[in-house]
């Protein structure tokens, strides 16, 4: 079946620093992806999406680049703040038998320091 | 306000014991999900229904029940079957397509 495979964490970053959180897939047919993030203690929301190759999606200064070629779908942002701390999964919609449900990598979790 | 109304936030089961977690939703979506959520393993699907009277199992359904008889509610037994519930569970929507949206989630730890 389709699967989501995201970088292990934690990642622990200096405020204002790089961020890059790789996530590839493999699907059958072409798959919307996303990336949700998850505040502690709190359930998981929206935090990007793109549908077909070559979408970028973008919000809150993250991006992420649908690349069909590379099978990859790589979280970035130019600089992190402390508010950026959280648990990041990425996942990819899947259409079996008429059903649609989201499958999701592990999850990534990034401490950004001041 | 619309949304998702997970409840209670934390919870307690005995050995032998079954368990009902609430979720609730008053944003007329018609598929509802319900995910476990272990450290380091990601979110895995329990059940997930498309409609109301109509449920479907996902990756790891054993020791799990659900119900699905009004299109606001989705409640989730945790059976005695079930030798390790102590997770983070996450109940979703969707009403436009793919975008879930999550409850706050419930503990659930074994005593």
């Known amino acids: 079946g389709d699967s989501v495979t995201q970088m292990e964490g934690p990642v622990t970053l200096s405020e204002e620093a790089f961020l890059t959180i790789n996530c590839t897939y493999t699907?059958?047919?072409?798959?919307?992806l996303f990336w949700y993030v998850q505040y502690p203690g709190e359930g998981l929301q929206l935090l990007l999406k793109a549908t077909k190759a070559d979408d970028k999606g973008s919000n809150k200064g993250f991006e992420a680049t649908y690349r069909k070629e590379t099978t990859s779908f790589h979280l970035e942002k130019g600089s992190v703040q402390v508010s950026d701390s959280a648990v990041y999964f990425c996942?990819?919609?899947?259409?079996?038998?008429?059903?649609?449900?989201?499958?999701f990598g592990k999850g990534t979790k990034l401490t950004v320091n001041p | 306000d619309g949304g998702i109304t997970q409840s209670p936030k934390y919870l307690f089961r005995k050995e032998g014991q079954n368990v009902t977690l609430s979720c609730e939703q008053n944003l007329n979506h018609d598929a509802m999900y319900w995910y476990r959520q272990d450290p380091g393993q990601g979110l895995r699907l329990i059940y997930y229904s498309q409609i109301v009277n109509d449920f479907q199992k996902g990756d790891i359904a054993e020791g799990y029940s659900v119900s699905r008889e009004k299109k606001e509610s989705f409640p989730l037994t945790v059976t005695s079957a079930q030798k390790n519930p102590t997770a983070f569970y996450l109940c979703a929507t969707t009403g436009q397509l793919e975008k879930l949206f999550f409850g706050s989630g419930t503990q659930l730890s074994v005593l």
């Open positions: 996942a990819l919609s899947d259409r079996q038998g008429g059903s649609e449900k989201l499958v």
């Open positions: 699907a059958t047919g072409y798959p919307s």
